[in-house]
């Protein structure tokens, strides 16, 4: 695991010392740079987490056997055993243990295509100097980032935004189409940044740089998923657990290969007790696994329980980590300095990340499980909403708007808008429901928040929802299946995934993901919704979400953990905003502050605050806007 950064039309070095120090967290190990003077200058830096063959043969920016390729590379291909044989089948020779020379020698064989065979998390850039042209890609899921920007004639490309802040050559100006949808979604969606010059490349795709040309294509997307069973006899249930099993299996033994120890999170949910029971059942050997904890303030969220019953029958070396809201306070400026972009989630991963790194260098994550197997309540409420929804469609017009008038009576009679929104709601299409659930601030709301010299930009700017049109496939029709790709494509990419990225290298800690191996993503998108989400579960409206992944994991799991009903990975904030961050936010959000920044109307600001304080508003609008602010002192001013 690595820093990555290439320049290409500058060879520069001073500019690339002044990386090198920016990215020195995501690899304390090692650090190197590779110039090339001659017709097309080129600037290619690494620094280095060493995972995988600790020796100086595993040093980058590495060159190929020939010297004509070089390469400055973040991930881990795991399937790099495998391809190696292959290479050396076919004549090539090797002088490291590293996946680097591995990923060189393919992109050497096969080209561009190389990443067909490349079963990992990944974040290369490749410069081909015999053709004078750079190649860069990023893994399909989007587990590892890289971000780019062309500064006249000259490309720049690295991990971090931070990383192409470093070089001096991009003006720290705020992206307000960022600001826009990160309001929507409390995350910045890709390909945008919150800084106006710089852009993520999007996960599955490549990007190519010849001759003063730069193009991007898409090389690997989820699969469509158009044939869908309607009962239990038209597949084999058993096969169907067992080739899951199997699988997951598989993923978990490739992500605990490492020259250095391997640890986990372990939150007491599901996800991350499969990911740990699996691991004690393969390895055989003593894990060292991580929880966090609250004190007073968090005992509502607190799971420590529940990850205790999973440490204790594993007989792991459990390690709990118990969070104050002092402690939050302390650190808040480094989480925000870490972050690298502002965003609703990603402080329970920095915190987690601080501990585990003086215990391990890798740490393996049930990230993924509640997208990839109708975790989340969206999937049950879509469902739902999808089936009364289609009821609603053949009900007379007549009788529609007698239904109409009784909502909008109910509402005035006991105050609660929502009721004379119900027949709206029910004619609205399916993403604008979906849009609902993962919507921090709407359109209007937006637009009263804004101050007046925002307003005008607003108008230049679409929608939040037109950003996730393009994760809609006709194709695929039902509900589970359309919430699983849009959970996919933009909640899991667009925050979980970049926030544990940027927190976890923060610490030097790589995070491994094993149940969004690409292999498995495939399989489980064609594992019918009805063994996701059991909606007979107990006769129960809601239903059990994550039903296959349960069963098939019975064997090696408490029934507690199994039948527990889902949590997620909360933290106290309200209660931290209440108090111990009290001072930082008021101070942050004050009347001086809102109205300095110019972004967005002081009075509004403050109706926000009121309401939080009163307990009527979501303590998440506030983060959200706390981390804006503290944000852009940090990147911006």
């Not at 004549?91 to 393919?106: M, N, P, R």
């Not at 004639?153 to 307000?176: A, N, V, W």
């Not at 589970?480 to 927190?503: A, C, G, N």
Request: proline share 3%; aromatic share 10%.
């Amino acid at each position: 695991m690595c820093g990555v950064f290439g320049m290409v039309g500058n060879s520069n070095r001073d500019i690339a010392r002044r990386v090198c120090g920016a990215m020195h967290h995501r690899g304390p190990d090692d650090n190197g740079m590779w110039f090339d003077d001659k017709s097309i200058p080129v600037t290619l830096v690494n620094t280095r987490l060493a995972i995988l063959d600790l020796s100086d043969a595993g040093h980058m920016p590495m060159q190929n056997n020939n010297g004509d390729l070089v390469v400055t590379y973040n991930g881990e291909i795991y399937n790099f055993p495998e391809i190696r044989d292959m290479l050396e089948s076919l004549g090539y020779s090797f002088v490291s243990q590293s996946d680097t020379e591995v990923l060189l020698t393919a992109y050497e064989h096969w080209g561009e295509g190389c990443i067909d065979h490349f079963r990992g998390m990944f974040a290369f850039v490749i410069w081909d100097i015999k053709k004078q042209k750079l190649f860069a890609a990023r893994d399909r899921l989007g587990i590892k980032p890289l971000y780019w920007s062309m500064v006249g004639d000259c490309l720049l490309i690295g991990s971090e935004i931070k990383t192409l802040l470093s070089t001096g050559l991009i003006d720290s100006l705020l992206d307000q189409e960022a600001l826009h949808h990160y309001l929507t979604f409390y995350a910045v969606p890709p390909p945008l940044t919150m800084i106006q010059d710089i852009k993520a490349l999007l996960p599955g795709h490549a990007l190519t740089w010849e001759s003063g040309s730069l193009s991007i294509k898409q090389y690997w997307d989820l699969p469509v998923v158009t044939s869908i069973y309607k009962d239990t006899d038209s597949y084999d249930v058993l096969e169907m657990q067992r080739e899951l099993r199997n699988l997951l299996e598989e993923s978990i033994k490739l992500r605990m290969v490492a020259d250095v120890p391997v640890g986990a999170f372990l939150s007491g949910g599901l996800d991350s007790s499969a990911v740990v029971a699996l691991m004690a059942t393969l390895s055989g050997n003593q894990l060292k696994t991580f929880s966090i904890g609250y004190d007073i303030d968090g005992t509502k969220v607190d799971e420590r329980y529940f990850a205790d019953l999973v440490a204790k029958k594993y007989d792991t070396e459990h390690h709990e980590i118990v969070v104050t809201g002092q402690d939050v306070a302390s650190q808040l400026s480094n989480f925000v300095s870490a972050m690298d972009q502002p965003s609703g989630d990603g402080l329970n991963t920095f915190l987690v990340s601080q501990a585990t790194s003086q215990h391990v260098k890798v740490a393996l994550s049930g990230l993924g499980g509640d997208e990839l197997f109708a975790g989340y309540n969206q999937y049950r409420y879509l469902m739902y909403a999808d089936n009364i929804s289609a009821l609603w469609g053949y009900v007379p017009k007549q009788v529609k708007g007698i239904a109409r008038h009784l909502f909008n009576l109910s509402s005035s009679i006991f105050d609660r808008e929502a009721l004379a929104d119900i027949p709206n709601w029910l004619e609205s299409h399916f993403l604008e429901r979906y849009l609902r659930t993962r919507t921090l601030f709407n359109e209007d709301i937006k637009t009263q928040l804004y101050s007046s010299n925002q307003l005008w930009r607003e108008n230049e700017i679409a929608s939040s929802i037109d950003f996730l049109k393009p994760y809609i496939n006709d194709n695929e029709q039902d509900s589970i299946v359309k919430v699983t790709r849009l959970e996919l494509k933009s909640y899991l990419s667009h925050m979980l995934l970049r926030d544990t990225d940027v927190t976890s290298m923060s610490h030097s800690l790589e995070v491994r993901v094993p149940l969004i191996d690409h292999k498995l993503v495939e399989f489980a998108l064609n594992i019918p919704p009805s063994e996701k989400l059991d909606k007979s579960f107990s006769g129960n409206f809601s239903g059990r979400g994550k039903k296959i992944l349960s069963d098939v994991l019975s064997d090696l799991l408490p029934d507690e953990i199994l039948m527990r009903k889902k949590q997620g990975f909360f933290m106290p904030v309200n209660e931290w905003l209440r108090n111990d961050l009290n001072p930082i936010l008021s101070e942050a959000l004050s009347d001086d502050s809102v109205s300095r920044r110019g972004l967005f109307d002081p009075v509004q600001v403050r109706k926000l605050r009121n309401e939080f304080d009163l307990g009527q508003g979501s303590y998440m609008r506030i983060w959200a806007l706390l981390m804006l602010e503290l944000w852009q002192r940090e990147f911006v001013d």
